[in-house]
């Protein structure tokens, strides 16, 4: 049965109204052992929070609540977004998920491929992602490098995202501009139910099937999931066929002890349709370039990916988690020649986490390691018609990785908290060419990163925080090695301070979230395209600022509507303001950074009785469009695109639901890549890709 759909970061409130009761426990605790020894005070302080927060997953799963009590507990911006959020729409991908997720920019290129950046993160890359490290199941999907990709993410096997921005991402390690995402997967105990069926259709000859099975008994628990998925898409020269099977199986081999197996298989076919001018894409939205017709432009994935992950009990609270993964992933990529990658990334982790009581405060501790290693043999063809012709290159991409961060969070009262931790890293890049030894190369990039931040409880339901991180990101291969130039350019890696001050709570109907930020760069990587259907080439900008505003507001403005105590009208919202400049830079001054809109909005006004019927219209606008080029000489296009969606429980156990989405058939750009100047002689400028027209999709989903 479908819960009552909440805002992605509305959930987090009633975490923090069950810290505001644990903090009073933890005084009254306090009281009454002051006379007794430091061991006593520990043991019962330890005991009311075992108590408090008791398990509703396992141990290598937690459930949803377990995982917003504890992002209720970061001194920072970050959101939780359940599957309950966004189950009863169709959904394509990763973008589409994170909608109201304020401070997150997700914009499609095609079928699945988005444009991902949080606070300016891997801004102008006009293909994969860099910036934010993205996880499943806690694991990392990017590679050793940073490279990412988003394809293997099934956004039908998914029951919670969990959103650390910026430095708030230090629970993984991650110590990026953008933060990290990680992807968590139901379980046989975590699943809302034991079965379910989905069948979803619609425009564009799209048509979804995906299937769950979850079973749990008392030392075990067993996850099922498979989907496929076949859409021509909008434009011409874009089908995807897909197929992705999820399953993972628990294990409690003794009270305090459980270890899960996580085994993730994809099958990805996917056309690409190019990039074109801007007038091209407004006019004939539905082209695709005819050479990438010509020669069958696509990329196909197959990859299998196998996990496990082991907690110990370690104590009164204290929890060890270790584990490995290991992924194989082939990809066939006929572009502007037909690439052949094979990759193996393997790698182990361990975290620890405990609370106790030192010097007369509580402290919640928290420390981990990651070592990893990438390798890939990267094959280019000439493309022909699609197919594989005469080898043109041959070279081998490895990748090693090592981090380990400590983190300690000190309650100074019951309601205030210190929040100190750092992350550090070594990480290598090296490089074989095998037809030219003199390409060879290798290179190795470390930082420290500290982190330190105050979250004070200012009453039941809200909070007030502020912290300062330190980020750095050294450069992938692609940005190292920039065709035709078969070795290492000189890059450094990109380095910044990040300070934010926010709060979230609720007061009665209304729930918020805000949050204000500034980063000061250096040595950002940003790219520019040389022609929009290759790769774009990296440089190091000398100082930037990314500085913005994130806000989200959940309002629920009616209730009791038709005589129904149920009924109710919710307006929710999700800016994302994003100022993001050269700081009296020798070439660019102080210009505007391209392609991030300056102004974001992303609303839903909603008709709801739940359980039984929903009915939303929603809207995304960008007021401003964004500059194209560095020199800040042209803009792409604003735009405000509408949707209506809604659904009806046809009884218990089954839904059915209907989304329409750009009802107005707008005609804007989507994305773009980046150029140094458009008005310069020879500048190419089929760097755009249209935004998809008027499509409708229905689903009827039933859960038994």
């Known amino acids: ?66 995982a917003r009590r504890a992002m209720a507990r970061i001194p920072g911006s970050v959101d939780l977004v359940a599957e309950e959020s966004f189950d009863n729409q169709y959904v394509e991908h990763l973008g589409d998920m994170l909608r109201m997720t304020p401070g997150v920019v997700a914009q499609e290129r095609y079928s699945e491929e988005i444009r991902l950046s949080i606070r300016g993160s891997g801004l102008s890359l006009n293909n994969h992602l860099r910036g934010v490290e993205l996880l499943l199941d806690g694991t990392p999907i990017n590679f050793g490098d940073g490279f990412g990709d988003f394809q293997e993410i099934d956004s039908r096997l998914v029951r919670y995202l969990e959103v650390f921005k910026g430095g708030n991402g230090l629970k ?100 690409i349709p190019g990039s074109r001018t801007a007038e091209e894409s407004l006019t004939n939205r539905k082209g695709a370039v005819p050479n990438n017709i010509a020669n069958d432009w696509a990329r196909d994935i197959r990859s299998l990916r196998l996990i496990n992950k082991t907690s110990v009990q370690i104590g009164a609270a204290g929890q060890l988690d270790f584990g490995a993964w290991g992924t194989l992933r082939d990809l066939d990529h006929p572009i502007f020649v037909f690439i052949d990658d094979e990759t193996t990334d393997v790698g182990l982790f361990g975290r620890y986490s405990d609370s106790r009581l030192f010097g007369g405060l509580r402290h919640d501790l928290s420390m981990g390691m990651t070592v990893r290693r990438s390798n890939t043999d990267d094959d280019w063809f000439v493309n022909l018609a699609g197919k594989r012709g005469p080898q043109i290159q041959s070279t081998e991409r490895k990748a090693g990785h090592l981090q380990a961060y400590v983190a300690d969070q000190i309650y100074l009262t019951p309601s205030i908290a210190l929040d100190l931790g750092v992350q550090a890293f070594v990480t290598t890049r090296d490089f074989t060419d ?169 609303g839903e006004i909603r008709l709801e009785e739940p359980d039984r019927y929903h009915i939303a219209l929603s809207l995304e606008w960008a007021p401003k469009a964004p500059f194209v080029d560095f020199a800040n000489s042209l803009r792409a296009s604003d735009y405000a695109v509408f949707g209506v969606k809604g659904g009806v429980t046809l009884r218990p156990g089954l839904e059915f639901y209907a989304d329409i989405q750009n009802i107005t058939d707008k005609r804007y750009l989507a994305t773009f890549s980046t150029v140094i100047d458009a008005q310069a002689p020879g500048t190419a400028l089929n760097v755009f890709t249209p935004g998809d027209g008027i499509g409708v999709f229905a689903g009827i989903k039933a859960r038994f």
């Open 1 to 66: 049965m479908r819960k009552t759909r909440r805002a992605p970061f509305y959930g987090l409130l009633a975490s923090l109204v069950l810290h505001g009761q644990m903090a009073r426990a933890e005084t009254e605790t306090s009281s009454l052992t002051d006379a007794a020894g430091e061991d006593d005070k520990s043991r019962s302080i330890v005991e009311e929070i075992i108590v408090t927060g008791g398990r509703s997953g396992s141990m290598t799963a937690p459930s949803l609540e377990e």
């Open 172 to 271: 993984y390690g991650s110590a990026t501009l953008g933060g990290a995402i990680n992807i968590v997967t139901p379980t046989g105990r975590t699943a809302r139910s034991a079965n379910s069926l989905t069948l979803e259709g619609g425009s564009f000859e799209t048509a979804r099937l995906t299937g769950t099975l979850a079973r749990a008994g008392e030392n075990y628990d067993v996850f099922v999931g498979a989907s496929g998925v076949h859409s021509n898409q909008f434009r011409d020269h874009s089908t995807q066929v897909t197929g992705r099977f999820t399953t993972n199986v628990g294990i409690k081999l003794s009270e305090g002890v459980e270890t899960r197996f996580y085994l993730i298989a994809n099958h990805i076919n996917q056309e």
């Open 434 to 602: 095998n037809f030219v030894a003199n390409n060879d190369d290798k290179i190795t990039y470390s930082a420290v990163n500290p982190k330190i931040g105050v979250l004070w409880d200012v009453m039941e339901s809200g909070q007030i925080w502020a912290n300062v991180t330190r980020s750095a990101e050294p450069p992938s291969f692609s940005e190292l090695i920039q065709s035709p130039i078969l070795r290492f350019v000189p890059l450094e890696k990109q380095t910044g301070w990040t300070g934010e001050i926010g709060s979230r709570g609720a007061l009665g109907a209304v729930a918020w979230d805000l949050t204000f930020f500034r980063a000061w760069l250096k040595n950002e990587m940003l790219k520019f395209a040389v022609d929009g259907n290759i790769p774009a080439n990296t440089f190091n900008a000398d100082d930037t600022v990314h500085q913005g505003i994130e806000a989200g507001l959940h309002w629920t403005a009616l209730s009791g509507l038709f005589a129904r105590e149920a009924s109710r009208i919710i307006i929710e919202g999700a800016y994302t303001f994003s100022d993001f400049f050269f700081d009296d830079d020798a070439q660019f001054g102080d210009n505007q950074l391209p392609v991030t809109a300056r102004h974001l909005f992303n």
